[in-house]
């Protein structure tokens, strides 16, 4: 037997799923570029003292409503022109991002955590704790998501934590969902039936096997999420029942900007589209990191 026959040919490393779930997500340029666009959001929001090219609540009455610098009257000072109190739009826009991006992270976060929790109860241990998750979903999933918000603001008051808190009473009902529909069909899975097999404990079941297996989809959904959060929070500030002035949002800043639409557009419309950048852009890369984690949509 010659050497070249006792030559074994070196096997090709396997990479890992979550290393090929990335591969096809930078492959999707669209998502890229949309996660790029999301990343520089956030930046914008970290380093928004050293961006900013002036206070964003200082008043210059002088300067109300002055125009983009391109226009006729506009200062290159001023890129985006001035509001109806003379304050810089752009600086506004970028302290706004830190009031959208906080919340939006916030509420996903607190959201995520505690649908997580009773979803994974609920799929798992079945019985009176299914029945009951199940019912307060299906109640508060009746009530618009807007409408609902609006009462419980009007009940609280207005103010950054008690529009957090307004957002977290439904948003959870969303991974809660999710989570236990994964959980329904986990727990039937040979691994669960092993661990239990050999006497191991609920808790640790559901922790320690069923939720490391399941968290792709739920990342993917609390991605998805994040948009509509940030939505409704400028929803809430344009009522005048988010964040309260002189904080800069991006919603209480379209509000101002509407009275003075037909003469003054930039006031309302660059907010507007700051908004709609970041929105989109979300929504097509957790589209794209749907595609890319979740089997039911990979090549």
Aim: aromatic share 8%; hydrophobic share 55%.
């Amino acid at each position: 037997m010659n050497a070249a026959a006792l030559s074994v040919a070196p096997e090709k490393p396997t990479r890992s799923p979550t290393w090929e779930s990335l591969r096809r997500f930078v492959a999707d340029r669209f998502s890229l570029l949309a996660a790029i666009v999301v990343a520089l959001f956030i930046l914008m929001a970290i380093f928004a003292p050293w961006l900013a090219p002036h206070d964003p609540d200082e008043n210059d009455l002088l300067r109300r409503l002055q125009p983009a610098a391109w226009m006729e009257g506009g200062e290159w000072s001023y890129l985006l022109g001035c509001d109806g109190l003379g304050r810089d739009i752009l600086s506004r826009i970028i302290y706004g991002a830190r009031v959208s991006i906080a919340i939006g992270v916030v509420v996903v976060l607190i959201a995520t955590a505690v649908g997580t929790a009773l979803g994974l109860a609920a799929g798992y241990m079945r019985g009176w704790v299914d029945i009951l998750v199940s019912r307060v979903i299906d109640i508060l999933l009746g009530f618009p998501y807007l409408i609902f918000a609006i009462a419980l603001m009007a009940m609280m008051g207005p103010g950054l934590e008690n529009i957090i808190l307004a957002l977290v009473y439904k948003e959870w009902v969303v991974p809660a969902r999710v989570v236990r529909g994964e959980v329904l069909a986990a727990r039937e899975m040979e691994y669960v039936e092993a661990a239990r097999a050999v006497g191991a404990p609920r808790l640790h079941i559901m922790v320690r096997e069923i939720l490391p297996n399941i968290l792709s989809p739920v990342i993917v959904v609390s991605t998805i999420r994040m948009a509509h959060v940030i939505i409704l929070e400028a929803s809430l500030s344009f009522l005048g029942l988010g964040v309260q002035p002189p904080t800069a949002s991006w919603g209480s800043m379209v509000a101002d900007g509407r009275a003075f639409i037909l003469d003054a557009w930039w006031a309302s419309t660059f907010p507007g589209i700051a908004i709609l950048l970041l929105v989109l852009s979300i929504n097509v890369a957790s589209q794209g990191l749907r595609d890319a984690f979740d089997p039911k949509f990979s090549d």
